[in-house]
């Protein structure tokens, strides 16, 4: 059965309480070790045995293995990561790793990241600059790329091919693509990958998709939905999005996708990832302005 969200959950989360701390799951002693890690990843002038501590920590404690150097698909070339760089990179992505159970990567087969800088993909001269890639023919791993420095931008790209990567093993990224295109059968809305320069003249004015990039297909739409849920102040636009548009049908579109992004993790945690779960994301990585002043232009509607 399939969760059911409603515009009431939705204002129910937007009126959550104050900010604090990011969400960390694991024990004290993995937290711990979580935290000093970080600190010397953050040091001026890091060593190469934190970067190894690092490594050995993502490890041991989720089963991801870290890699630099050339990658295993010819389409895929990029720098390798200087030390400084990696460290930066690495620092991110125990942070964001640390917002699921430890257990996830390992019960969804996450079993490695692949750092670049300044990564392309393509083939000759036809080549094009990415952030990330999760590619089919090594179905366990991930491609980060490090560009101009835009470690949130960093943030936001891991989520995103992690999410392909778990949308793909969910049973491929074709599955579920018509059912997510009939969402919006009853709603005129845009079509994925509609031409701006020729748009139908009876379409609604606000958009069903998570973002433009979401707009190109379902999978990229799911994609954007994900990496915007695991980053608390865009989850928060997007719960304000949700309850602020003026289409009911647009509205009604966007909480079935929401609501179907929601089940897709909660069956990929093993029910860790729930109600609960969500309020904790939010509350703990958004600031006390922004949390209180959402809730009460909330709760005032």
Not at 278 to 289: D, E, K, N, P
Request: with cysteine; aromatic share 10%.
């Amino acid at each position: 059965m399939r969760e059911k969200f409603t515009r009431r959950d939705v204002l129910k989360t937007m009126g959550i309480g104050l900010g604090g701390h990011m969400l960390f799951f694991g024990t004290g002693t993995l937290y711990k070790k979580r935290n000093s890690i970080l600190e010397a990843l953050a040091a001026p002038e890091p060593k190469l045995p934190v970067f190894e501590e690092a490594r050995a920590f993502l490890s041991d404690n989720y089963g991801i293995e870290v890699t630099t150097g050339e990658t295993w698909d010819p389409t895929v070339f990029g720098e390798k990561i200087p030390q400084e760089l990696a460290a930066d990179m690495l620092e991110v992505i125990i942070e964001e790793v640390g917002k699921y159970p430890p257990d996830f990567f390992k019960r969804n087969k996450l079993h490695r990241i692949h750092l670049l800088a300044n990564a392309e993909e393509g083939l000759f001269l036809h080549t094009k600059p990415i952030r990330g890639i999760f590619q089919r023919l090594q179905k366990d791993s991930i491609i980060l790329s490090y560009g101009n420095g835009d470690m949130k931008l960093l943030r936001e790209v891991f989520h995103h091919e992690l999410f392909h990567l778990l949308d793909y093993a969910d049973g491929g990224f074709d599955q579920d693509d018509q059912r997510w295109r009939d969402m919006q059968k009853d709603c005129r809305c845009l079509p994925y990958g509609f031409d701006p320069l020729h748009l139908p003249s009876d379409v609604e004015a606000e958009v069903p998709f998570s973002t433009q990039y979401g707009s190109t297909s379902p999978s990229e739409d799911r994609a954007e939905f994900g990496s915007i849920m695991m980053t608390p102040e865009k989850h928060l636009q997007l719960l304000r999005r949700i309850s602020g548009t003026s289409s009911a049908k647009v509205e009604t579109v966007l909480l079935k996708k929401y609501s179907e992004i929601k089940a897709m993790y909660l069956r990929w945690s093993g029910g860790a990832m729930d109600d609960s779960y969500w309020q904790r994301l939010i509350t703990q990585g958004v600031s006390y302005h922004n949390a209180s002043e959402v809730g009460d232009a909330t709760r005032a509607k």
